[in-house]
């Protein structure tokens, strides 16, 4: 009988394969860095053979490394960022695939907004506009590129357009193709009036079929055996978001509960049963368990801003890890580690645009000439946790959340300085769960259900999850906190009239 579950998470920066054994334990995990490309200022596109053989290299080396046999495998589930857009031409062969950090079409949403189209959605999809959502790029290829948007075959998010590869079969789940402001979330069905409204009416042919997100949608192809090292015919679910499958990964399956995942985007999520209907409140989905809601307030503005740092600025941290055999990660905690908490620098997260406002940017307040490398570092790290606390001030607004400590998950839980920073300035205990592999985790329980190893999502995370790490907040570190936050968002008032010149100088 097939022991193992292979879960597959491709987000902005990476894409990721884990195996797993039937308890949820980890038998391999690999992964690979896929390149980002900025053809103009704003755009992030991918090339999708390169995303393509990236996923190839990972299956192949577990496989290779773990000496199972893949006919072992009784099920693959994939996820992925959500929204973005990733589109095949009339004859199934992929012609552009565009992430969820791009901002070409944040004219259209300014656009949108001012001619209150927002007003007019947000009763059957309950979310916001935004630039990289796949409702928005559409409208601009059919504006912009009307060469391209007359070719397109099928409409697709990232996790799909593998799931493609790996079986030939078009499809999408409910919890992905409900973000993107595509579908009424109160009937589950594409909307033709949302689609009038965006005068995209003449697409609907090309969007994928829904399925649930544990439902098999196809099977592994003779091509994608060959070029993987998979068994022919191995089971392929519909898989889910990649913010869905973290929080099944850490334990969040239940009605009141939330979670934050500190990756390359800040994704902050509560769990109800109810849609909602405050416009405040930036996104309700569809979840992975059919039942439920999900609560999101989203923007690309947590890791990715530490990243660029360590990128552009830490040669020297970069090279002493090397040396001491951990990561730059590691050194930069340890630098953080040492700057004083009362440091009155400030950092606004907003490198990739923000929540806050489409024109917002990244910038540094309180620069002087004594601050070092280090007074940076430990700005970027509070910013980020500043920057999720701005969305889930409006989740708390909005949704009800039971009174239980807050599952911390994403690259950002790896470091316990970061950790302790979340739990000290949100004033609440955080809870890492046992594995850093949550999004692959989440979805090959959800390939477990659909192949008959688990009964539910209830009975998975029971089986499957524990917490290995509990970080309690301090009161003198959050009121201290608090007083810069209020700075924090102070300044953001204050530089709205200055983000809105700057774009148009760059105009």
Same mark, same amino acid.
């Given at each position: 009988?097939?022991?193992?579950?292979?879960?597959?998470?491709?987000?902005?920066?990476? &894409?990721?394969?884990?195996?797993?054994?039937?308890?949820?334990?980890?038998?391999?995990?690999?992964?690979?860095?896929?390149?980002? =490309?900025?053809?103009?200022?704003?755009?992030?596109?991918?090339?999708?053979?390169?995303?393509?053989?990236?996923?190839?290299?990972?299956?192949?080396?577990?496989?290779?490394?773990?000496?199972?046999?893949?006919?072992?495998?009784?099920?693959?589930?994939?996820?992925?960022?959500?929204?973005?857009?990733?589109?095949?031409?009339?004859?199934?062969?992929?012609?552009?695939?565009?992430? @969820?950090?791009?901002?070409?079409?944040?004219?259209?949403?300014?656009?949108?907004?001012?001619?209150?189209?927002?007003?007019?959605?947000?009763?059957?999809?309950?979310?916001?506009?935004?630039?990289?959502?796949?409702?928005?790029?559409?409208?601009?290829?059919?504006? =912009?590129?009307?060469?391209?948007?007359?070719?397109?075959?099928?409409?697709?998010? &990232?996790?799909?357009?593998?799931?493609?590869? %790996?079986?030939?079969?078009?499809?999408?789940?409910?919890?992905?193709?409900?973000?993107?402001? %595509?579908?009424?979330? !109160?009937?589950?069905? =594409?909307?033709?009036? #949302?689609?009038?409204?965006?005068?995209?009416?003449?697409?609907?042919? @090309?969007?994928?079929?829904? *399925?649930?997100? !544990?439902?098999?949608?196809?099977?592994?192809?003779?091509?994608?055996?060959?070029?993987?090292?998979?068994?022919?015919?191995?089971?392929? /679910?519909?898989?889910? %978001?990649?913010?869905?499958?973290?929080?099944?990964?850490?334990?969040?399956?239940?009605?009141?509960?939330?979670?934050?995942?500190?990756?390359?985007?800040?994704?902050?999520? %509560?769990?109800?049963?109810?849609?909602?209907?405050?416009?405040?409140?930036?996104?309700?989905?569809?979840?992975?368990?059919?039942?439920? *809601?999900?609560?999101?307030?989203?923007?690309?503005?947590?890791?990715?801003?530490?990243?660029?740092?360590?990128?552009?600025? &830490?040669?020297?941290?970069?090279?002493?890890?090397?040396?001491?055999?951990?990561?730059?990660?590691?050194?930069?905690?340890? #630098?953080?580690?040492?700057?004083?908490?009362?440091?009155?620098?400030?950092?606004?997260?907003?490198?990739?645009?923000?929540?806050?406002?489409?024109?917002?940017?990244?910038?540094?307040?309180?620069?002087?000439?004594?601050?070092?490398?280090?007074?940076?570092?430990?700005?970027? =790290?509070?910013?980020?946790?500043?920057? !999720?606390?701005? !969305?889930?001030?409006?989740?708390?607004?909005?949704?009800?959340?039971?009174?239980?400590?807050?599952?911390?998950?994403?690259?950002? @839980?790896?470091?316990?300085?970061?950790?302790?920073? *979340?739990?000290?300035?949100?004033?609440?205990?955080?809870?890492?769960?046992?594995?850093?592999?949550?999004?692959?985790?989440?979805?090959?329980?959800?390939?477990?259900?659909?192949?008959? /190893?688990?009964?539910?999502?209830?009975?998975?995370?029971?089986?499957?999850? @524990?917490?290995?790490?509990?970080?309690?907040?301090?009161?003198?570190?959050?009121?201290?906190?608090?007083?810069?936050?209020?700075?924090?968002?102070?300044?953001?008032?204050?530089?709205?009239?200055?983000?809105?010149?700057?774009?148009?100088?760059?105009?």
């Amino acid at each position: 009988m097939p022991q193992y579950l292979l879960g597959i998470d491709n987000g902005n920066t990476a &894409c990721k394969a884990t195996l797993f054994d039937n308890k949820g334990r980890v038998v391999f995990s690999v992964s690979n860095k896929v390149k980002t =490309y900025y053809p103009q200022v704003g755009w992030s596109e991918r090339n999708i053979d390169e995303l393509w053989q990236a996923n190839v290299k990972n299956i192949k080396t577990i496989i290779h490394k773990s000496g199972i046999n893949p006919l072992e495998i009784a099920g693959i589930g994939n996820s992925g960022h959500g929204n973005g857009l990733y589109i095949l031409d009339k004859v199934g062969k992929p012609i552009v695939g565009i992430q @969820s950090i791009d901002t070409r079409a944040s004219n259209l949403v300014e656009e949108w907004q001012a001619n209150g189209l927002q007003e007019q959605v947000y009763p059957m999809t309950s979310q916001h506009f935004w630039a990289a959502q796949t409702n928005t790029l559409l409208a601009w290829f059919k504006r =912009y590129k009307p060469q391209v948007y007359q070719n397109i075959g099928s409409v697709l998010l &990232c996790k799909d357009l593998i799931n493609y590869l %790996l079986t030939q079969e078009i499809a999408t789940d409910y919890s992905d193709i409900s973000t993107t402001n %595509l579908l009424d979330i !109160h009937t589950k069905k =594409y909307s033709d009036e #949302l689609l009038n409204i965006y005068q995209l009416n003449d697409i609907k042919a @090309s969007l994928p079929p829904i *399925f649930q997100s !544990h439902e098999i949608i196809g099977n592994v192809t003779k091509t994608a055996a060959k070029q993987t090292g998979l068994a022919v015919g191995t089971p392929v /679910i519909a898989g889910m %978001l990649d913010v869905d499958a973290s929080l099944i990964g850490s334990g969040v399956v239940k009605s009141g509960e939330l979670a934050i995942v500190a990756g390359t985007w800040s994704i902050n999520g %509560l769990l109800s049963e109810k849609t909602n209907s405050d416009l405040n409140l930036a996104m309700t989905a569809l979840f992975a368990e059919p039942n439920l *809601f999900i609560a999101l307030e989203a923007s690309a503005t947590s890791m990715t801003n530490l990243e660029w740092f360590i990128n552009h600025f &830490c040669t020297d941290e970069y090279r002493k890890a090397k040396r001491m055999g951990i990561s730059t990660h590691e050194v930069c905690d340890e #630098l953080v580690s040492k700057v004083a908490m009362n440091s009155t620098l400030i950092f606004h997260p907003f490198l990739h645009g923000s929540n806050v406002q489409s024109n917002a940017r990244a910038g540094f307040y309180g620069l002087g000439g004594w601050h070092k490398k280090a007074d940076l570092l430990r700005a970027i =790290y509070e910013g980020i946790v500043f920057g !999720h606390l701005l !969305h889930i001030e409006k989740l708390i607004e909005n949704v009800s959340v039971n009174d239980t400590p807050i599952k911390l998950t994403g690259g950002g @839980s790896r470091s316990p300085v970061l950790s302790q920073m *979340f739990a000290d300035i949100l004033n609440v205990q955080m809870d890492v769960p046992n594995t850093t592999e949550t999004g692959t985790l989440g979805v090959a329980i959800s390939a477990g259900i659909a192949t008959g /190893i688990f009964k539910n999502y209830e009975e998975a995370v029971e089986a499957t999850i @524990s917490v290995s790490k509990k970080y309690f907040p301090s009161q003198d570190n959050y009121v201290l906190y608090q007083n810069k936050y209020q700075v924090f968002k102070s300044l953001i008032t204050q530089m709205e009239e200055p983000w809105n010149s700057l774009k148009k100088l760059n105009s």
